[in-house]
């Protein structure tokens, strides 16, 4: 029997699902990465770590499925959005100092916030694709700053790269580029197919595509894109005779392993992708422009639909500060602390009803696109810390489940008609963030059968590179999820918060500007 693998690297381990041609993941490997912090704001990682990572974990995975990697007959990679520095030769072109060479900035990276700004002032059109405003965890920032602050490095530069390109370009030597990536991240513009060198030009960066090896034109995520060279396949332990399909950003490979199976109502379903940080993506027909939120990308999930992308920062690293700051239990403090809350919420509706935490300890991804706001904890008391942190840490929560509701809410002011959250990620595990994404936002949520959605979606990814499995998708999408319905008991309770929750946070946007195109 043939298998596919997804290969997923995330913010601090590179993941792989082995899958057999039923879509049933049959073996997972994982291997830690580790970061680099050089200054504030400052977050770089290594190329040579993350692939040395991935080897690890698809051998550990192969060895957990039980099978040879001869049995493998296509991969794909899904990855955070972060920037790889290459120089001529393809070998790391570090920005730091250090035995390993960090040569990746990552995408929670904010040294480029000066760069950002700049990219906003110039008023552009690819500022239609990006709600508004480009980000600073975007690569174009990212790139401005490395020409401005460390010429030296930009002259060096013979490839710059998404993340999940480059695994691309070290698995089988291509230099195309994911549509996924490129139209998210590179202002690179879908409709049109092409790049607004104008844009380009005006922020300096008329030398771009050219300096960093970037393609006139993106390429469909799942396309086949080459066999694994000999190297990399020795160092992954599979054959040259194994396939690679087009990767995606790591968010979009949970949405198509999640929403984008739906054979139905693929209009009204959300995908969320909960862990360390939140991504909310939402999948539309027409193009649908919403200020604040990301997009609309054409392709970046499935070919014919349009993405919104919506996000949060910091969600779970919100709730992993709260345990640092506080007197934490030393075990199962996350599973401890989130039945506490949820218990006392059922005998006590008005339960710690006088704190509010404003989750945005990373600055706002969504619906404000504000890098520089702040988080904060409001209300405390003399209360003793003992009583008080389960309080502290379930309105954390219920702060993170309200700024997901002010995403919806920006999104249906668009018209975009969103009932259904498909919940993927870490918090898919929380009992207390499960519920309170269901109360708070009034949506019924769906919990997948499949464990890890996001390499599912990057298997899906990898079966399009491969006719052999023209049916794994169609079966993916044909097993059964977990129904949560939102608790209508709290709903009047959880609306008064959530009105003190806006309270502190600017007034929402009340108009939205549509552009509608027939496909």
Not at 289 to 316: F, R, T
Not at 396 to 408: D, E, P, S
Request: hydrophobic share 45%.
């Amino acid at each position: 029997m043939a298998h596919l693998l997804g290969i997923d690297v995330g913010s601090g381990s590179a993941r792989c699902g082995v899958f057999d041609e039923a879509a049933s993941l049959v073996g997972v490997g994982v291997q830690a990465i580790a970061q680099n912090r050089p200054a504030p704001d400052h977050v770089e990682q290594s190329s040579e770590d993350i692939w040395s990572a991935i080897c690890i974990a698809v051998k550990a995975a192969l060895r957990e499925a039980g099978i040879e990697g001869a049995q493998v007959a296509a991969l794909s990679y899904s990855a955070t959005c972060s920037l790889v520095l290459l120089d001529d030769a393809h070998h790391p072109l570090p920005l730091s100092e250090g035995e390993t060479p960090w040569n990746v900035i990552m995408w929670m990276d904010h040294r480029a916030q000066e760069e950002t700004r700049l990219c906003n002032a110039t008023g552009s059109s690819v500022l239609r694709n990006l709600g508004g405003a480009i980000s600073v965890e975007m690569e174009i920032p990212k790139l401005m700053w490395v020409k401005r602050h460390r010429p030296d490095l930009w002259k060096r530069i013979g490839y710059a790269g998404d993340l999940a390109d480059f695994l691309c370009l070290r698995s089988t030597g291509t230099l195309e580029r994911s549509v996924c990536t490129l139209g998210c991240k590179w202002t690179y513009d879908p409709d049109s197919g092409g790049w607004d060198h104008a844009f380009l030009k005006k922020i300096g960066l008329d030398d771009l595509l050219a300096r960093a090896a970037l393609p006139a034109r993106a390429t469909a995520i799942g396309s086949f894109v080459g066999t694994l060279t000999e190297t990399a396949a020795k160092d992954l332990g599979l054959t040259p005779a194994c396939k690679v399909g087009m990767g995606l950003i790591d968010a979009h490979a949970g949405a198509l392993g999640t929403s984008g199976l739906a054979d139905t109502g693929l209009e009204n379903r959300l995908a969320l992708i909960a862990g360390t940080s939140n991504c909310h993506i939402a999948l539309t027909r027409k193009r649908i422009e919403v200020p604040g939120v990301w997009g609309p990308y054409a392709g970046a999930v499935l070919d014919g639909w349009y993405a919104l992308e919506g996000g949060q920062s910091a969600s779970g690293a919100a709730l992993d500060q709260i345990l640092r700051l506080f007197r934490a239990p030393e075990t199962d403090p996350h599973g401890v602390l989130g039945r506490a809350f949820l218990e006392a919420l059922a005998t006590d509706p008005d339960y710690g009803f006088d704190l509010s935490v404003l989750p945005d300890f990373l600055g706002n991804r969504s619906p404000f696109a504000d890098p520089k706001m702040r988080g904060a904890i409001l209300g405390l008391t003399l209360e003793d810390p003992e009583t008080l942190l389960p309080k502290i840490y379930g309105a954390t929560a219920l702060g993170i489940a309200f700024g997901t509701r002010q995403i919806i809410e920006t999104m249906r002011s668009a018209d975009v008609p969103i009932r259904t959250i498909d919940l993927s990620g870490g918090h898919a595990k929380s009992e207390l963030l499960v519920q309170l994404y269901a109360d708070a936002t009034g949506c019924e949520l769906t919990l997948p059968t499949c464990a890890e959605p996001v390499l599912l979606g990057a298997a899906c990814a990898a079966a399009a590179a491969d006719p052999a499995f023209g049916a794994f998708r169609k079966r993916a999408g044909a097993m059964p999820s977990r129904l949560i319905k939102p608790n209508q008991r709290r709903a009047k309770n959880l609306d008064d918060r959530y009105a003190v929750f806006l309270s502190h946070y600017p007034a929402l946007p009340l108009k939205t500007r549509r552009v509608a195109k027939a496909l």
